[in-house]
């Protein structure tokens, strides 16, 4: 077991352990991500939802989902966090909402037009060191996706079936932000010592999901509906974590919700 440092020791002993994610400067970048590409990939998004009302040959859907969201957290940026503090990347599961267009293009094809959100926040403090008299040096990291996507999703089942089998896939824009907020410690000052700050990045990225679901119509306009999306993304991180590798978005969306026929 690898005994804790307080900041007494490590404020004489300036040359213990610097991890990367130690080594933060009171001044952060400045983020340097516009709202402009945003605003255009939203509008094409909108563009796209407006135009399949003319390629819709059959019934037209509108469908609200809750569920969850659990990031993969396989990249560099994760992988140095788990080092360095406590909160790992399963604490990151947390409650997803989307919403989504749906328009039959054939009995056996439908096209998805869907925006969901996920907000998480977890509490992390250093596994290494402590506070004065022992106290735990917190801050606060959290992550929001917000992916804007065009699918298509085909039906398994026959068209007199009781209940819809369907599987899918999809991309579009993932709009994300990442966040830290709380308590860090200066490695690049002798002695080093404890200071509050904010640290973020966010942007836009181009990504992929695969869809499976189940659809059961509940008299001629309702219907339930449950699905599983296993999201493809990536990004480079910059702004106030420039230098810090891969930051990546994927992860497994399990919702449950409710359709209307338009």
Do not use: C
């Amino acid at each position: 077991m690898t005994m804790k440092t307080s900041m007494t020791t490590l404020l004489n002993d300036p040359s213990g352990d610097r991890s990367r994610f130690g080594e933060r400067s009171k001044t952060p970048s400045k983020n340097l991500t516009g709202t402009l590409t945003k605003s255009l990939v939203l509008g094409a998004v909108l563009s796209v939802a407006m135009a399949s009302h003319s390629w819709a040959v059959g019934q037209q859907s509108f469908r609200v989902r809750f569920g969850v969201f659990q990031p993969d957290g396989e990249s560099a940026y994760w992988f140095d966090k788990e080092l360095d503090f406590f909160g790992d990347i399963e604490e990151f599961e947390d409650t997803a909402v989307g919403i989504d267009y749906v328009a039959e293009l054939n009995p056996l094809m439908s096209l998805l037009v869907s925006a969901d959100y996920y907000y998480g926040e977890v509490p992390q403090s250093y596994r290494d060191y402590e506070g004065p008299g022992g106290s735990s040096i917190v801050h606060d990291t959290s992550l929001s996706i917000t992916p804007l996507t065009v699918g298509l999703a085909f039906n398994l089942t026959p068209r007199r079936s009781p209940f819809r089998v369907f599987v899918g896939a999809g991309g579009g824009i993932y709009l994300w932000r990442l966040e830290e907020i709380g308590d860090f410690i200066d490695f690049d000052i002798v002695p080093p010592e404890i200071f509050f700050d904010r640290f973020k990045d966010e942007g836009e990225e181009f990504g992929y999901y695969l869809l499976a679901g189940l659809e059961v119509p509940v008299g001629r306009s309702l219907s339930f509906v449950a699905d599983a999306r296993f999201d493809q993304v990536e990004t480079t991180l910059g702004g106030d974590f420039r230098g810090f590798g891969k930051l990546d978005l994927s992860g497994s969306r399990y919702t449950f919700g409710i359709g209307w026929r338009l």
